[in-house]
């Protein structure tokens, strides 16, 4: 029979394995966190240092004056609070019909919602972009919101997650005469939030690192989500700053990342036990 000591190497083994992928995904992150506190000349001359007493706010500081990232972030939270809203709500309620009721060409639907995970998403912005001009919503909220509110992975996942609940709770609920709106709100959703909780981390993520179609819909500064501004923050503080050189852009830059940074970071350690239950409720086959 094995020992205590030989069972417990291939446990040592996998641990050490995550820790050093942990330390090799963590470490530039960290590394930029810190570097954003430092001088920006020490950055650029000598990236590897931590010396505390040098630690500065002149990087942050600098970068709110030259970068409208404030902006950036009020767009990006109205587009977050409107598209996310639409996602949970209506995501879960087509999942509902997908896995509960029984249709004509329900296999037919769901398949075609599926087909379109396959498109990539640069097939669809000539397209959507012809469309939101026809409507004259470029450079608008809307454009920003509705594209891709209610999008097919999340009917994907929510299907397969009321897939697992079972029928004789909706029959039950029939019985006691719940309309068929009511049993979704009253019996799926309180079962189901686990699989929501997931969704709900994802959909935030998601729209928070959106680049693509933000850079295309909302072309006007006045529009610009905070990835787009990311993305032009080299040219707005050379723009702002005459004489910028490399050192106080890489300086600026890395502030204006680590600010960007800090709301997922802390979303996801609060919410991490909810996600991966979420994830473990989405791996249930239907």
Same mark, same amino acid.
């Given at each position: 029979?094995?020992?205590?000591? %030989?069972?417990? @190497?291939?446990?040592?083994?996998? *641990?050490?394995?995550?820790? #050093?992928? &942990? ?17 920006? =000349? ?64 329900? =296999? ?25 001009? %026809?409507?004259?919503?470029? =450079? ?9 509110? /209610? ?17 004789? #709770? #909706?029959?039950?609920? @029939?019985?006691? !005469? ?12 309180? /079962? ?5 909780? !997931? ?36 040219? =707005? ?16 830059? &890395? ?11 802390? &979303?996801?350690?609060? #919410?991490? @036990? *909810? ?8 791996? /249930?086959?239907?």
């Amino acid at each position: 029979m094995a020992t205590t000591t %030989e069972r417990a @190497r291939p446990r040592i083994a996998s *641990h050490a394995f995550l820790m #050093l992928l &942990l330390v090799a995904f963590l470490a530039p992150v960290a590394w930029a966190l810190v570097s954003a506190f430092k001088p920006a =000349n020490e950055i650029i001359r000598n990236p590897l240092s931590f010396d505390p007493t040098t630690f500065t706010l002149d990087n942050y500081i600098a970068m709110f004056q030259d970068v409208p990232i404030g902006q950036g972030f009020t767009n990006t939270a109205i587009v977050l609070l409107f598209k996310g809203a639409i996602t949970m709500f209506f995501a879960p309620l087509a999942a509902f019909a997908f896995a509960k009721y029984q249709w004509a060409g329900k =296999n037919l639907v769901f398949g075609a919602v599926l087909v379109t995970l396959m498109l990539p998403t640069i097939v669809l912005i000539i397209p959507l972009l012809l469309e939101m001009k %026809e409507l004259g919503w470029v =450079n608008t909220y809307q454009a920003l919101i509705l594209p891709g509110a /209610v999008d097919a992975f999340a009917i994907f996942w929510m299907r397969q997650v009321i897939s697992a609940v079972p029928d004789e #709770l #909706l029959d039950a609920a @029939r019985v006691d !005469g719940c309309g068929e709106f009511a049993i979704f709100w009253r019996v799926i959703v309180p /079962v189901i939030r686990p699989g929501l909780a !997931g969704l709900a981390v994802l959909t935030v993520m998601n729209i928070y690192n959106d680049f693509v179609w933000p850079v295309v819909a909302a072309n006007s500064e006045r529009m610009s989500t905070l990835q787009v501004v990311l993305s032009t923050l080299a040219q =707005n503080i050379t723009g702002n700053r005459i004489g910028a050189d490399y050192a106080t852009v890489t300086g600026e830059l &890395l502030a204006a990342s680590s600010v960007a940074l800090v709301p997922l970071l802390v &979303l996801f350690i609060l #919410l991490q @036990r *909810h996600f991966i239950n979420g994830i473990l409720a989405g791996s /249930v086959k239907g």
